[in-house]
């Protein structure tokens, strides 16, 4: 496939340095701490890889821990986590982006607030937040986002900042969760767009073939002579769209037809 894609290609898709058997043990990130980011069309199941490592020790640990250790058990972990990537990363923004110790930080405030969902004071609290704060929290929270991008520009603090940023993260979108589940105030509540909430079941399979797709599509176009490094704004933005609605389609489509059945297997383990 490599001899068929010009050198400036939009999407890297190179399999000399893939390890395939790594994404079939949910190792994918692992592939990405070796070799790095060289092929995107399989590349982006590095966060699939990480989801199945939490799954596998993570449900041993809620049977066997008492329920009343759970919470400081997880708040723990978020802890570990964030001196992990603090003290032994070496400053690695791979290792601090794709490493599993360092992604449980996102998988550990998600069951914190699983946990703290359980405790009626808890919900009280959130559903009595005014709608001044909330939108407050949602506009400082959106305007962090693209912060990340730019955190190597902090020097010799990078390691420490890059420690706590994604803590921050998760804590914000931790409370929107809790916010959209609990709050009595809301300016706006997402489920109350239907559309969204149907297509929620779909979205595994929009993440996993959307690089598959927009690939796709710009190859299917080289073959036919159009060149698609040097195409502008207007063209590249109209392939996005097409992309877009295209994942949408395929990601239906794999649902009914493939994923159901593996789906519906599920009832075999409650």
Known sequence: LNKHIPMQFPIGVNIKTLNPWLYLSFLGNVDYLQ??????????????????????????????????????????????STSYRYFLTDGKG????????????????????AALATKERFVNLIARIPKYIIILIYLVGIGMLPFRQYIWKFGVHYVLVAAFVPVIIALFFAFVIIEQNYGRHSFYK??????????????????????????????????LKVDVAGMNTYAFISILITSFFSTILIATLSYHYFESFFLKLKDRFN
């Open 35 to 80: 070799n790095g980011i060289s092929n995107v069309l399989i590349g982006v199941l590095w966060s699939v890889s990480v989801e199945e490592q939490f799954y596998l020790f993570w449900c041993p640990l809620v049977a066997f821990i008492k329920k009343k250790y759970l919470l400081p058990l997880f708040l723990l972990i978020i802890a570990a």
């Open 190 to 223: 997402v489920s109350n767009w239907k559309f969204i909430s149907s297509m929620g079941k779909y979205t595994y399979g929009m993440y996993c073939y959307h690089m598959i797709v927009f690939f796709v599509i710009l190859f299917a176009l080289h073959i």
């Open 94 to 113: 791979m290792l601090i982006n794709y490493g599993s110790f360092s992604c449980i930080t996102y998988l550990a405030t998600g069951a914190v607030i």
